[in-house]
């Protein structure tokens, strides 16, 4: 097949996968769902072809660093295999003699996974180990400029099942730069599409006809209060905003700092690397050019972001971020939204709940439903705030970039890809994970009859509001 034929071409890739999950799920058992996981895994672990992936991926995207993708390549796989180690997808997974209910796990078969430039290596690594550690196939879309990343790891994952016997076709990848045409064709011909990164990418999922698992927008806000460790939360939110140059849609956005500490924090920000800039124009003016952000500037290293936005000279020499005063929110203010890079948007709140009002006001502006945090010594201050926001996360007293998609210390699992619930327009509001790329089939026998009277349901109901 050829570009020339792109419908074509798609389809027989999918029957491809498809021919491959009959037989994997045909032949299958706990053991080998595992060891394909594992293959796949080691794919991307391996140290010298992480590091070639994230050299690969930083050199073709021009987004993130070398260093942290490594990081992120190794850790994100490291706890996916930690949370999926004892997780029985094969077989009988529940037998209720209670309610006479066998349940037997069923893979989806063959799941279409669009994945963004962001993360070209861990993202589709995620999805593949679900996938297979669940008994499907799956075909990944990367953006264009994420192919060479995805072939690269695709070549390691068929090396490696290459050594454990297992078939290939379990593992594809639409070739060559991609087509928004070959995309829609593999939302439409796949069992289930997992979709992260573009928006629109997103509602063409949601709109295919093929069941989805797509994600919401981040744009992380985080409140430091008055009652908070102000070195701690400014060394966390330092090491967070700067990880792999703010690529993640976990990367703080905005703070909202109390005004009772806002200069003590101001400090502290300084001496992580935070320079502030109260003159928000002297960011806007250059970060956005003609209404979009600017390339330049976007998941940059600091060097080449503070010249980008041609502040060389006017901020220390040793600055790892930006942070720009503002009190701002809406379409019209643009530091209010998501930015990519290494620019923090900083608001002043006159207390708590002014900062919780900033927070709600800028997450209905861009990122409801994702995740907001606080660092606070306060245990029932994430309380109010879950309460209060259309979030599906409040990341306590830590660097929200590592804890909300899962953490060695923490207990969410480990994911690159976040469901934002009915506010971001989802079907999850958790982080996507193997329990995702599993169904069930059903055995259900006839028990004893377990038919409630009409007192033991409204009686107390009657009592009150009478018959």
């Known amino acids: 097949m050829t570009d020339l034929d ?40 391996e140290p010298a072809r992480n590091r070639q992936l994230a050299e690969l991926a930083v050199e073709t995207t021009g987004l993130g660093n070398v260093p942290d993708k490594i990081t992120k ?28 209910i066998t349940e037997i796990a069923r893979p989806i078969g063959v799941i279409g996974a669009v994945v963004p430039s962001t993360n070209p290596g861990a993202t589709p690594a995620n999805n593949i180990i679900n996938a297979l550690k669940c008994g499907n196939a799956i075909v990944v879309s990367p953006s264009p400029k994420g192919v060479p990343t995805c072939e690269a790891l695709l070549g390691y994952v068929h090396a ?29 011909t796949s069992d289930m599409i997992v979709v992260t990164g573009s928006q629109n ?13 797509a994600v919401g927008a981040g744009n992380v806000c985080v409140i430091v209060d008055e009652t908070a460790d102000l070195a701690d939360a400014a060394s966390k939110i330092a090491a967070s905003k700067c990880f792999d140059n703010a690529t993640s849609c976990s990367s703080e956005n905005a703070i909202v700092v109390v005004d009772a500490v806002y200069d003590a924090f101001v400090a502290e920000m300084a001496k992580t690397g935070g320079a502030l800039i109260a003159d928000e124009t002297r960011v806007t003016d250059t970060l956005w050019v003609r209404g979009t952000l600017n390339p330049r500037a ?24 930006i942070a720009v005063e503002t009190s701002g ?116 026998r006839e028990i004893p009859a377990r038919e409630p009277s009409l007192e033991d349901i409204f009686g107390a109901y009657w009592a009150e509001a009478g018959k």
């Open 329 to 444: 929110i809406g379409p019209d203010h643009p530091l209010s939204g998501e930015k990519l890079s290494r620019v923090l948007t900083v608001y002043r709140a006159s207390d708590f709940d002014d900062a919780v009002e900033t927070t709600l006001k800028v997450q209905l502006h861009q990122g409801a439903g994702h995740s907001v945090g606080i660092h606070t010594a306060d245990p029932d201050r994430p309380m109010v705030m879950a309460r209060a926001i259309p979030t599906s996360r409040v990341i306590v007293n830590q660097a929200h970039t590592f804890a909300t998609g899962g953490s060695f210390t923490n207990g969410m699992p480990f994911s690159l890809s976040m469901g934002c619930g009915s506010w971001g327009g989802n079907s999850i509001d958790e982080n996507l994970h193997w329990k995702h790329f599993l169904q069930s089939t059903k055995i259900v």
């Open 201 to 213: 990418n997103v509602r063409r999922a949601y709109t295919s006809g093929t069941p989805a698992l």
């Open 160 to 188: 490696e099942f290459d050594k454990a016997g297992i078939d290939r076709d379990l593992v594809l990848m639409i070739p060559g730069r991609g087509s928004k045409e070959k995309t829609q064709r593999l939302l439409e």
């Open 6 to 45: 792109p419908i074509a071409e798609v389809d027989a890739i999918v029957a491809r996968a498809r021919a491959a999950q009959a037989g994997y799920e045909a032949g299958g058992s706990q053991a080998l769902y595992d060891r394909a996981a594992q293959a796949a895994a080691w794919a991307i672990m």
């Open 73 to 100: 390549n190794h850790r994100k796989t490291l706890g996916l295999m930690r949370d999926i180690a004892d997780v029985v997808t094969y077989g009988v997974i529940r037998d209720d003699p209670r309610t006479g």
């Open 298 to 321: 976007i998941a940059q290293d600091a060097s080449d972001m503070i010249a980008a936005l041609g502040l060389t000279g006017e901020v220390p020499d040793d600055t790892q971020y």
